[in-house]
């Protein structure tokens, strides 16, 4: 059976509570403002690299023409900025290899 559970950020917070001992707000306080950081890099286009995890790129794409999918009719797509992520080796081989027990 696959996992369906969703990680929130209360779960992230509540897992380095108990990992690192700080106060249940200090690990608050240090998630947002790791996410925030990560944010702040995406926003100015910057790369984020996290070893063993993966990469956040920024990427840009061009106008073009596309189609409603509803009507059939041509729509223009305005140029937009996208996140893209790649995961890591190790992340894969993790996913890859881990086995979901009952």
């Known amino acids: 059976m696959m ?18 001992g700080l106060s249940r707000q200090e690990c608050s306080s240090l998630v947002e403002r790791t996410l925030e950081l990560i944010v702040e890099a ?7 690299k996290l070893s063993g995890f993966g990469v956040f790129q920024v990427r840009e794409k061009r106008a073009r023409m596309g189609r409603n999918p509803k009507t059939g009719e041509p729509a223009a ?3 937009r900025r996208v996140i893209s992520f790649r995961a890591s080796q190790i992340m894969k081989s993790r996913v890859h290899d881990a086995v979901v027990e009952a």
């Open 3 to 20: 996992g369906n559970h969703t990680v929130t950020r209360a779960d992230l917070c509540e897992a380095v509570h108990e990992e690192v």
């Open 42 to 48: 995406l926003e100015k286009g910057d790369t984020v």
């Open 77 to 79: 797509i305005n140029p």
